[in-house]
C-alpha cells in the first residue's frame, strides 16, 4: 500500500511543482487576502461628512458643534442655514450625516430641560449610518455630562447632577479593539478552506476529464490508495497555508499568539480532514473542471457568510443559524481566534474541536463512499 | 486461481443498459489466447462499453464475463492484476515526462525493482522515444503517444490487452508500426483485443467480431468473413449519379445488396441476377450512365455493410 501512495504523491507533487499557475494560485491569493483584511477592512469610521443646520446660533451650540469637529470622526462640509439647504446635502451625497439645533436648545439646557438635537443620517449604507449614530450619542452624552459639571461648579440650582448610567468600555484580550487582530486569524481559516476544496475538487475532476482516471482504474490500486494520494497534497498544501499565514500575521502585523500552538496543530489537522472532505464530496458532483469551478463559487460563499469570520453568527435568523452547525469554518475560526488571542486551552474549546472531529469524519466518510460509486 | 488453460475472454449474455437504452446486448464471446481480436462496429455499436465491462470498469447490467480466467463480476482485483487497457481517450499524464509517466504506472502496478529498469527500457524503445525520455508527454506527436500508451499498458506484462481504438487520429504510417507492435506481442501468447473504424486494420486480426447496435453480428477469420458470408457474388459499378442507381437497382431480383463505396456502387448479384448488360441497360432506362459491372474480391467492409442492413431489415420486421 505504501508504496502505490508513495507513486500516487510523488506524481501529484511533481504536477503541482510543474503547474506554472499554481504557485500563483497559491501565493498571490494570500497576500491579497493579508493586504485586505489587514488594512482595508476596518470597522471604525472617520472623516464623516457632516452638514449642520444651527438655529439657535449660541454658545451652548456653538460648544457642541466644536465638540464634533474635535473628533476626526466628523468633518462639517456645510454650515446650512435651512432645513431645505440640508436636505439637499443629504439628496446630493454631499453629507452622510446632518446634524440640526433647533432653536431654544441653549434655554432648554439652562432649565435643565431635555435639548432635543435633530439627526439625520443618510441609511444607503446602513453600516457606516450606524456607527456614526454610536459616535454621534458618543459625543452628545460627553457634551451633557460636561455642560452638567460646569452647571453644578457655577452652582446653578435649576440643574442637578446628571445620574444616569455611564459605560465605560473594558475590552478583554483585544484592548485596542484592533479590527486587524480580529481578521487576520479569519483569513487563516477562509483561505485554507478556499484552497484546500478548491484543489482537492480541481485535482480530482481533472483526472475525471482528461481520462487517467479511468486509466488508473483498471489497475489494482485500491480506492482508498488513490484517495490517499488526492487528498494528502492538499492537506499538506493547507498547513503550508496556515504556517505561512500565521507567520505573516505575527511578523508583519504583529498580532499576538497568546495560546497552544499544539491546540491550533489539532484544530489545524481536523478541519483540513473536512476541508479536503469537502473537497473530494464536490468532485464527485462535477464531470468537468468548469462544473467544478462553479460549484466552488456558489459552495463557498455561503460557507464564508455564515461563518462568523464578518458577520456574527449570533445576529442570524435561526435557520441560518443552523447552517453554520454544519459549517467547519465557524469552529475553526472560533478555535483560531482564541488561541491567537485568548490563550484559551483544550479545556475551553472542546466543543469545537469536537464539532470539527465529527465533521471531518462525516465530511470524509461521505465523500469516500460518494467517490467509490462514482468511480463505477 | 485458474490463470491456465480456458479461454483468454469469456462473455456470456453480457449486457449493460443505460437507462432504457441497452447499449450491450447479449453478447457472447470467446477469445482463444494468443489471438488478436479485431473488433468492428460503426460508432455507438457498444464496443467501448463492452470492452469497459471486460475491464472491471463497468458493472454489466446482466450476464457475466471472465478475464484471463477471473471472473470480472467476482474477482476484479484478480482481473485488473491480468489486463493492460488503452482507453480510446489519450489518457497518459501530458504534464509528466515519458520517464514519470512510465514510473508511476509502473509504481501503481508494482512492477517489481530489478524489472522495472528493463521493462523501461523495453517501452522506450518499442515507443521509438530513445532520448527522449525526459520530453513532457504533451509534446509528443500522435504516434509516439500512442506508442507510449501501449508501453504503459503492458508494464506489468498482462496476458490480456484491450485496446479500444488505439490508433484513431494516427497517420497511416504510424497505425502500420503500431500494428507491428501488436503482432509482436501476440508472438509472446498475449491474447489482444483492438477496436477499430479501420477496416483494413481487421486484416491484420486473426478474428474478427463484427458489432452492431450492441450485439455481435458474425465473428470469424477475416477470410472466413470474406468468403462465406456473402450470399452472392460481389460486383463493382461505376455509375452515375450514384443515388439514383442505387434506387433503380434495389428491388430488382437477384440484387441482394447494393452500396455505395466511395465513388463507385459495390453490388452483390445472385444466380439469378440479370447479366452484366442487361444491369447497364436497365440503369440507362432510368437516365443513368454505367460501365459494365465488374467483378471483385469482397473486403471486409463490403461483408459488414452487407451483415449490418440485413440485421437492420431484420429488426424492422421483427
Ligand atoms: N455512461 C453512459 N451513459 C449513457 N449512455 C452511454 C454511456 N456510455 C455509452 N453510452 C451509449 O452507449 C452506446 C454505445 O457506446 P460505445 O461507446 O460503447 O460505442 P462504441 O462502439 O465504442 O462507439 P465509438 O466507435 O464511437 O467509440 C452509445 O450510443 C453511447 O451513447
Ligand atoms: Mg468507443
Redesign the pocket.
Known amino acids: 500500500m505504501f508504496g502505490r501512495l508513495s507513486v500516487m504523491l510523488f506524481k501529484e507533487f511533481i504536477q503541482l511543482r510543474r503547474d506554472r499557475w499554481m504557485m500563483f494560485r497559491l501565493i498571490v491569493p494570500l497576500f491579497i487576502q493579508m493586504v485586505v483584511f489587514g488594512y482595508a477592512a476596518t470597522f471604525t469610521v472617520h472623516h464623516v461628512a457632516t452638514a449642520v443646520l444651527d438655529l439657535d446660533q449660541s454658545q451652548a451650540s456653538r460648544s457642541l458643534i466644536s465638540h464634533f469637529v474635535a473628533t476626526s470622526r466628523f468633518d462639517i462640509v456645510d454650515m446650512a442655514r435651512n432645513q431645505r439647504q440640508i436636505t439637499r446635502d443629504i439628496v446630493h451625497d454631499r453629507a452622510v450625516v446632518a446634524i440640526v439645533i433647533h432653536a431654544g436648545f441653549s434655554q432648554d439646557l439652562e432649565s435643565g430641560r431635555a435639548a432635543p438635537l435633530q439627526v439625520i443620517v443618510d441609511g444607503t449604507n446602513s453600516n457606516t449610518a450606524l456607527i456614526a449614530l454610536g459616535y454621534l450619542s458618543q459625543i452628545t452624552s460627553q457634551f451633557s455630562a460636561e455642560w452638567a459639571a460646569r452647571a453644578i461648579s457655577l452652582n446653578v440650582s435649576a440643574v442637578r447632577p446628571e445620574t444616569g448610567i455611564r459605560l465605560e468600555p473594558l475590552p478583554w484580550f483585544n484592548e485596542g479593539l484592533n479590527e486587524r487582530w480580529f481578521f487576520i486569524p479569519g483569513v487563516i481559516g477562509t483561505l485554507t478552506l478556499l484552497q484546500v476544496v478548491s484543489l482537492t475538487a480541481f485535482a480530482v475532476v481533472r483526472e475525471r476529464e482528461v481520462g487517467t482516471l479511468e486509466q488508473i482504474m483498471v489497475s489494482p490500486i485500491r480506492p482508498f490508495e488513490f484517495i490517499l494520494g488526492k487528498t494528502v497534497p492538499f492537506f499538506l498544501i493547507g498547513f503550508g497555508d496556515i504556517a505561512l499565514v500565521t507567520a505573516f500575521g505575527l511578523l508583519w502585523f504583529r498580532v499576538p499568539f497568546v495560546g497552544d500552538p499544539l491546540v491550533m496543530l489539532g484544530g489545524s489537522s481536523l478541519f483540513l480532514m473536512a476541508a479536503v472532505g469537502m473537497g473530494l464530496l464536490l468532485s464527485t458532483f462535477s464531470r468537468t473542471q468548469q462544473q467544478a469551478f462553479a460549484l466552488n463559487f456558489f459552495l463557498l460563499n455561503p460557507f464564508f457568510i455564515l461563518s462568523g469570520f464578518a458577520f456574527p453568527i449570533a445576529a442570524m435568523p435561526r435557520f441560518l443559524q443552523w447552517f453554520t452547525m454544519i459549517n467547519p469554518l465557524r469552529y475553526f475560526l472560533v478555535v483560531i481566534r482564541a488561541v491567537f488571542l485568548k490563550g484559551v486551552g483544550v479545556d475551553v474549546l472542546w466543543p469545537q474541536l469536537l464539532a470539527l472531529a465529527a465533521l471531518a469524519g462525516v465530511m470524509l466518510t461521505v465523500s469516500v463512499l460518494r467517490f467509490r460509486k462514482s468511480l463505477e | 486461481m485458474s490463470a491456465s488453460g480456458g479461454p483468454a475472454v469469456l462473455a456470456e449474455a453480457l449486457t449493460k443498459k ?1 437507462g432504457d ?1 441497452t ?1 450491450v446486448d447479449h453478447l457472447d464471446l470467446r477469445i482463444e489466447r494468443g489471438q488478436v481480436i479485431g473488433f468492428l ?1 460503426p ?7 463492452t470492452i469497459r465491462m471486460l475491464c472491471g470498469l463497468l458493472l454489466p447490467t446482466s450476464g457475466r464475463a471472465s478475464v484471463a480466467g477471473f471472473d470480472v463480476g467476482r474477482e476484479p482485483e484478480a482481473v485488473r492484476e491480468h489486463i493492460g487497457y488503452m482507453s ?1 481517450k489519450f489518457s497518459l499524464y501530458g504534464d509528466l515526462t515519458v520517464r514519470e509517466n512510465l514510473r508511476f504506472f509502473g509504481g501503481i502496478y508494482r512492477v517489481r525493482r530489478e524489472d522495472f529498469a528493463e521493462r523501461m527500457r523495453f517501452a522506450i524503445s518499442m515507443a521509438g522515444l530513445e532520448g527522449r525520455q525526459n520530453a513532457l508527454v504533451h509534446t509528443l506527436a500522435g504516434g509516439w503517444k500512442q506508442r507510449l500508451a501501449l508501453g504503459c499498458a503492458i508494464l506489468h506484462r498482462p496476458p490480456v490487452l484491450f485496446l479500444d ?1 488505439p490508433t484513431s487520429g494516427v497517420e497511416p504510417e504510424a497505425r502500420r508500426q503500431f500494428w507491428d507492435l501488436i503482432h509482436d506481442l501476440a508472438a509472446e501468447h498475449v491474447t489482444i483485443l483492438v ?1 477499430t ?1 479501420y477496416m483494413d486494420e481487421a486484416e491484420y486480426c486473426n478474428q474478427v467480431a463484427l458489432i452492431d447496435r450492441g450485439t455481435l453480428i458474425a465473428m470469424g477469420t477475416p477470410s472466413e468473413l470474406r468468403g462465406h458470408r456473402l450470399s452472392g457474388q460481389l460486383y463493382e459499378l461505376r455509375c452515375s449519379p450514384l443515388g439514383g442507381a442505387l434506387k433503380a437497382l434495389r428491388g430488382v431480383t437477384g440484387v441482394v445488396e447494393a452500396a455505395i463505396f466511395g465513388d463507385r456502387l459495390h453490388v452483390v448479384l445472385a444466380e439469378n441476377a440479370p447479366a452484366g448488360a442487361d444491369i447497364r441497360r436497365l440503369l440507362s432506362e432510368h437516365g443513368i450512365q454505367a460501365d459494365l459491372p465488374r467483378r471483385i474480391m469482397p473486403s471486409l467492409e463490403d461483408v459488414f455493410v452487407q451483415l449490418v442492413s440485413r440485421g437492420a431489415e431484420h429488426r424492422v420486421t421483427a
Open positions: 443505460f437504452f447499449a462496429g460508432n455507438g455499436a457498444g464496443k467501448s462499453t480510446q481504438e477496436s473504424h
